[in-house]
DNA sequence: GAAAATAGCTTAGTTACATCA
DNA sequence: ACTGATGTAACTAAGCTATTT
């Protein structure tokens, strides 16, 4: 909780709760997890799956957990705010600008959306999970998806004060925007091996119709020289090697007795 | 300087939800 | 109104690199 305000982090506008029997068995992970367990009281999986979460954290050891995403986008928050020259500078595009009539309502129903989820949470630590309710899927408005397209055109990963900078803008939380980074990597990536994936099964159909005709031009050529024996095997000039001094000589291809055509020395020498 | 621990990032695969035909 | 397909936000696990101890 704290560590949201401190942020001035976007309110978490819905929850992440997973549905009990799901919540039973990471959880069993999270608690017996292996060797791995470090000090700060947790491993990997567990960090990202809290991140941004400032309930969940509040009921870890906040105080401890120096890894988790709020405190890190508190820390670069900060550094952010302090170094106006950082790379926090390409994204200070005014989000304004991407916010048609539409967009604009869509936002402020985000916004309002936003609002009772930090509502929701307000009341003493409250918990969708004990509200029993279900995790609810944020939409992006289309304004928001185009900033982060542009913003992707632009870099298609982010440093730390890039995300935040761009969470601001956009009123999401840093991980929102760190997960919007990340499933559009893999569609781009995705999008890409579909391509390629065309591009090599055309090359293989080509390839296939070169090697058909390539196979039809063999079978005539067999089929000529079949008919055709002694035209075939009668080439017009060959080269031999003389016997004698070992030097390459042409022959003439009319004649079984092959005259041997070389320098007066040499030519005396083979008649 | 080497080794272990840790943090922070990425990708690949998956799940869950919203939307649409 | 219902349903299956699709798109995508969010998550998990595993791997890698850089930094710290």
Redesign the pocket.
Known sequence: MELALSLGDTPK??S?H??PQ?IHS?DL?FCMSTG?????GG???????????PIRVEGATEAS?????G??DH??ATAAASSPNSAVSSFQMDFSMFRSARGKRDFEQLSAINGEAEADRGGAGSDDEENGL???????TKDQ?AFLEESFKEH?????KQ?LALAKQLN??A??V??????????T?LKQTEVDCEYLKRCCETLTEENRRLQKELQELRALKASQPFYMQLPATTLTMCPSCERVVTTTATSSTAAFSLSPPHAKTAS
């Open positions: 506008p819905f992440f997973e549905k799901k990471k992970g791995k367990v470090s000090s700060d491993d990997k999986s567990d960090e990202s799956r809290f991140s941004d979460d957990r120096k890894g988790d995403d405190s890190r820390e670069t279900a995790r609810k899927k944020l939409r992006l998806s298609n990963t982010l440093n730390p995300k999401l939380r991980r929102q760190e997960v919007w980074f990340q499933n559009r990597r893999a569609r990536k």
